[in-house]
């Protein structure tokens, strides 16, 4: 009991220090740095209770934070015997009882977890929205189509170590998995979440309409690029890739992948949407990819930090910046060209009404809409609708 009263009493210290300014693991990162006197298992346990009291996300707003950490710790379950210690009477006969039933005997309604129903895109069902909070999403990687996929699990199998099939291309592990000295990660397999491989399924169905000659693609909100390898994968080198995104340090991490993924051939450049369009306004693209910044609501569950300090208001920051974007963007799309607009988010704001924007704005024809749901997969919630250019 000793122990855990202590890891309570750091988690709640650094919580109260944190406000939000960064991810929660880059603040505890540096936490740690500066406090040394925890050790690795101390720095184990004490993370943890703190992603428990984000886990409850609006929940109990007045509530003392260590009381928080308990009662989220208790619904979540990870916890050992000397935890339990802790535990009130009322609560402690629930302990081992499934989630459902031990939600039944917290002071709060489960749709507190989330305050946001009248935000949501139509195909969000809240209370499993808020259930998924309570589970760590799972680590998953990509099978790259030009390597042998036999190979690979037959060294998955002599490692032990357990993983989900999730498709023909998709493999599920526990959150924190090390498969470094199993698989040649970025190279033969690539970390890409269950849905986000799913957001260009509508390429891969249609394949022959993007092996036209000269075909190119513009990734304009690139990242680390993991979109473009996988259009890049699908295409079978057939295609001319062009990558961007707002600050040289992004585009410095998509080249290491790159490079790690085998692709050298591509053209990239420096460029924020949101204040005007491309310098390169004369090229135009047969297809852009527009996984546009967004509150990130879908992905919440890996970092449900953002869900405890988010403020409705900053949706309509997003929507606005959102057409800015799509809007200069859209403009270096050729006649006939695909555009691809990705968002991970949950709210009908950057999916729906930006897809209503699209067609009335920028006259162009929908081909496909689809929101991607993630909290019933321990994935993320991703939104994609593709477009074709008359």
């Known amino acids: 009991m000793i122990h855990y009263q202590s890891y309570i009493k750091s988690a709640s ?92 005997n917290v002071p709060f309604d489960i749709l507190d977890i989330f305050p946001f129903a009248k935000e949501l895109s139509g195909a ?52 924190g998995t090390n498969l470094d000295d199993v698989l040649q990660m970025g190279y033969e397999v690539i970390v890409q979440d269950y849905n986000s491989q799913q957001t260009l399924n509508y390429i891969k169905e249609n394949k022959s309409l993007f092996k036209t000659p000269n075909i190119d693609m513009w990734d304009c909100c690139a990242a680390s690029g993991g979109k473009s390898i996988m259009y890049y994968d699908f295409m079978q080198l057939k295609t001319k890739l062009t990558v961007s995104d707002i600050r040289l340090s992004i585009l410095q991490n998509l080249h290491q992948r790159f490079r790690k993924a085998g692709i050298d051939k591509y053209d990239y450049f420096v460029c924020d949407l949101a204040k005007g369009q491309s310098p390169l306004t004369t090229i135009q693209y047969s297809t852009i990819i527009c996984d546009v910044p967004c509150s990130g609501s879908g992905t919440w569950g890996r970092t449900p930090e953002q869900l405890y300090f988010f403020n409705v208001d900053k949706i309509n920051y997003y929507t606005t910046l959102q057409q800015k974007i799509i809007t200069n963007a859209m403009l270096q799309l050729k006649p006939g060209g695909h555009f691809i607009y990705i968002t991970c988010s949950v709210f009908a704001a950057e999916n729906e009404k930006q897809v209503a924007f699209i067609k009335k704005q920028l006259q162009v024809e929908l081909l496909q809409m689809e929101f991607l749901k993630g909290y019933d997969k321990q994935a993320d919630s991703m939104f994609v609708a593709v477009f074709k250019n008359k």
Not at 82 to 100: G, I, Q, R, S, V
Not at 141 to 151: A, G, H, S, T, V
């Open 124 to 175: 969000v069902e809240v209370e499993k929205l808020c259930l998924s909070y309570f589970y760590q999403p799972k680590l998953f990687l990509r099978f790259r189509e030009q390597f042998l996929r036999w190979n690979m699990l037959e060294r998955l199998t002599a490692s032990k170590i357990p993983f989900e099939w999730r498709g023909l291309d998709c493999l599920a592990f526990e959150n």
């Open 13 to 104: 210290t650094i919580l109260s220090l944190y406000k939000g300014e960064e991810p929660f693991a880059n603040f505890l990162k540096k936490y740690f740095s500066t406090h040394k006197k925890h050790g690795s298992k101390d720095r184990k346990h004490i993370a943890t209770l703190c992603y428990n009291f984000f886990r409850l996300g609006k929940a109990l707003p007045n509530a003392l934070i260590e009381e928080k950490i308990i009662l989220a710790t208790f619904l979540i379950g990870n916890f050992s015997k000397e935890f339990l210690l802790l535990l009130k009477d009322e609560l402690l006969n629930f302990a081992h009882k499934p989630l459902e039933e031990k939600l039944k």
